[in-house]
């Protein structure tokens, strides 16, 4: 079968073996390219199959989410909830140096599908795994009524944050580099960020991008991280 892989020659599709491991074996339908596939492919990172965020369909037709986070659901740990801390010897993420889902199919174990409802296609699927992330930094935003909230950051995570906040009612503006992440955000009636607000969600992750969300938050406002597994919200002091 195909699978995308970082080799000497740079990414390439290239051929792997079928899986064999236990679990449910997915044709995968979509897959997304996530900031950290860029940043191990730059750095030479090789020796797998690359992707965490991907969805497909089952034998029975059935069709699913991938959450990513191998966990052994027994722990207790995971019995917490906790599943990204883990202690069984296998815990890891797929697609993180051990096969992804950038490829023809996978097998994947039970305990990490996410059905889809009849109404998402599967096609459009891969951005369950981002979308989770964006809907973590929304809710540890802790938005009041009334705030102003602004992104700095125009990618996916980004832009799926923006239209968490609008989806729970909020007017978002949007700091982003592309033409084509304005045309998106603009799809999203997301406006562009001016001025001062009461919380900044930061989707950039980069030290310009920090330095941003400081610029446009207000004195004793917040900076929100959208990152996954991080539980506070930075405080501006200014």
């Known amino acids: 079968m195909r699978a995308v892989r970082n080799t000497d020659q740079g990414i390439l599709v290239a051929e792997a073996a079928e899986p064999e491991a236990n679990g449910v074996r997915l044709a995968v339908a979509s897959a997304g390219i996530c900031g ?31 959450e990513p986070t191998v966990h052994c659901g027994e722990c207790a740990q995971c019995r917490l909830g906790h599943v990204q801390r883990c202690s069984a010897p296998e815990h890891g993420t797929l697609g993180i140096f051990r096969d992804g889902g950038m490829c023809d199919a996978v097998t994947v174990p039970q305990n990490m599908l996410v059905p889809l409802p009849s109404g998402l296609d599967v096609r459009d699927a891969c951005l369950v ?38 989806q729970e009612g909020f007017d978002v503006d949007i700091e982003v580099r592309h033409k084509h992440q304005r045309i998106a955000a603009e799809r999203l009636e997301v406006g562009s960020a001016e001025g001062i ?32 597994r991080r539980r506070c919200a930075a405080r501006n002091g200014r």
């Open 129 to 166: 795994e981002p979308a989770s992330v964006a809907w973590h930094g929304v809710r540890s935003a802790a938005l009041v009524p009334g705030e102003r909230v602004a992104v700095v950051g125009g990618g996916s995570i980004g832009l799926l944050a923006a239209a968490a906040a609008r």
């Open 197 to 228: 607000y009461d919380v900044v969600i930061d989707a950039a992750g980069s030290e310009a991008g920090l330095a941003r969300c400081a610029e446009l938050a207000r004195p004793g406002g917040r900076v929100v991280p959208a990152r996954p």
């Open 36 to 66: 950290t596939d860029v940043n191990f492919a730059a750095g030479g990172v090789q020796g797998y199959t690359y992707g965490h965020e991907f969805a497909g369909t089952a034998a029975d037709g059935r069709c699913y989410a991938v």
